[in-house]
């Protein structure tokens, strides 16, 4: 009997095992990624000691309105204002838009493309070449209408990894764009802040000089009566004229703070000029929120917008990484090709493909590899900001309180040394008018009432401006909702 091989069986599996070497054989000879690595990882803010500079004390994280705690209508509206007509949040916003359109276009990379296409040409063929007669040496008019189709397989993920580094990207700009409007917030509240100072030590010069004028004309008094000479009214001329010449510096100041807050606000500086003193309050309590340091990272936009760089760049690592494998990309194409309009539409014009492109990067130069190293770079450097961004935002809160209580000390001694010059200062003045005492002892005793004034009133807006910067560096009432997982579980190393 003659022996007849199984080519249905062995055949069969010979041949797919052959395949599967071939396929096994050309990817060990394409390039590849070895040796390349990152051990990077973001910072937990956990492992940060935090427990003595931010203790616990049950508080409240701010509210996006956080700047109405202080009861001023005007400072709300300047808020809202600057939100609608500011160029900083304008150009904020026209990034988000980009990286919104580029999202867009890395989407469409990982769907199928269809197109239809069009085109006429009229040519005259060689005699001598590649064309045969009748057409050798004639003039013809072709035409051809295509509709065409194309999908890469993808089968790496490189499209995909793409798409979602684009969109991590996007939420990175919006997080930015959170971070302009946080900062023009608290900048156009302490300017506000800052003019209402100005006012303040206004009100406290414009006392001066009433207080000046009374020794003014004390002295005159008692130059008629021979206790003081002209040497005393001049000195006291000499500080009445200081005294208004410091009055008139202020006003110049808060009417380049109204020019500062015009500004802030996108408009003219004749805008700042109708702004009305600022009535601002205390505000409220000052107490930490519980578990601050590992809810501060979705709290903080900047933090945000570094932890979604970091997985852009995770993912664009990965991205890189399927580069080294070969690419698969599906095309078809129907239509109608023919000399002359006449032909056209016959069934003969008709013409079709259709067939897989294969890319293998088998010897590159070593562009990929180096290629990778650049995105490893870039993904060690965004962990790094991130971290850094991290240990900024936690110095950032720790310094404020920290200026807050110091502040709420000094304001309490600095009242009673304030009442306590006052008291001196009216002691000093009725003695004087008796004739129990010199106008250095007046003049010492005003200027000690004087600095105790402007301490106390450079202390409560201190406190205040310290207040709104503590707000800001708790987030001024964002959070992060864009993707409660990517918070649960920060991005790890890419490997």
Not at 294 to 323: C, F, G, N, Y
Request: charged share 20%; with cysteine.
């Amino acid at each position: 009997m003659k022996y007849q091989p199984n080519s249905g069986g062995t055949g069969s599996r010979l041949a797919r095992a052959s395949v599967t070497l071939i396929f096994a054989a050309v990817l060990s000879a394409c390039a590849n990624y070895a040796g390349i690595h990152s051990d990077k990882d973001m910072a937990q803010p956990q492992s940060y000691a935090t427990q003595q500079s931010l203790p616990a004390e049950a508080g409240h994280w701010p509210a996006a309105d956080w700047a109405e705690q202080f009861g001023d209508a005007q400072l709300k509206a300047l808020l809202d204002e600057a939100l609608k007509s500011s160029p900083t949040l304008e150009q904020a916003r026209s990034r988000v838009a980009a990286a919104a359109a580029y999202s867009e276009t890395a989407k469409a990379n990982t769907l199928p493309q269809v197109g239809a296409s069009y085109s006429y040409s009229r040519q005259q063929y060689s005699s001598n070449a590649l064309v045969p007669p009748p057409y050798a040496g004639s003039w013809q008019s072709e035409n051809k209408a295509l509709v065409s189709a194309s999908y890469d397989l993808d089968l790496w993920g490189k499209n995909r990894e793409a798409l979602k580094a684009a969109l991590s990207q996007l939420q990175a700009s919006q997080a930015d764009a959170e971070v302009v409007r946080l900062t023009l917030d608290e900048t156009i509240a302490r300017a506000y802040n800052q003019l209402a100072r100005l006012y303040a030590l206004r009100d406290i010069a414009q006392q001066e000089i009433a207080q000046r004028e009374t020794i003014d004309r004390i002295t005159a008094g008692r130059i008629a009566t021979g206790l003081d000479t002209e040497v005393e009214r001049k000195t006291a001329q000499a500080n009445l004229a200081t005294s208004r010449a410091s009055l008139a510096a202020l006003d110049g100041s808060i009417v380049t703070t109204r020019y500062q807050l015009a500004a802030l606000l996108g408009a003219g500086p004749d805008r700042g000029l109708a702004i009305a003193r600022p009535a601002l309050g205390i505000g409220d309590e000052v107490r930490l929120p519980d578990n601050l340091p590992a809810d501060l990272v979705s709290r903080r936009p900047d933090i945000v917008a570094a932890r979604w760089r970091v997985d852009s760049m995770t993912h664009e690592v990965k991205e890189a990484k399927a580069e080294f494998y070969p690419d698969i990309n599906l095309s078809a194409a129907i239509g109608l090709d023919a000399f002359g309009f006449g032909r056209l539409l016959t069934a003969a014009s008709r013409t079709m493909s259709a067939g897989p492109a294969i890319h293998l990067p088998i010897f590159d130069g070593g562009a990929l590899r180096a290629q990778l190293k650049g995105r490893y770079a870039e993904f060690d450097y965004a962990v790094a900001t991130y971290d850094q961004t991290l240990v900024t935002a936690l110095s950032e809160v720790a310094t404020k309180l920290a200026q807050i209580r110091s502040t709420d000390a000094q304001l309490a001694d600095a009242q009673t040394a304030q009442s306590a010059a006052r008291r001196a200062e009216e002691l000093a003045l009725v003695q004087y008018k008796a004739g129990l005492t010199n106008q250095l002892t007046v003049l010492n005793a005003e200027t000690n009432a004087l600095a105790a004034d402007q301490s106390v009133a450079n202390l409560k807006m201190n406190r205040r401006d310290q207040q709104i910067a503590l707000a800001a560096a708790l987030g001024g009432g964002y959070t992060d909702s864009a993707d409660s997982d990517t918070q649960a579980h920060p991005v790890v190393a890419a490997r």
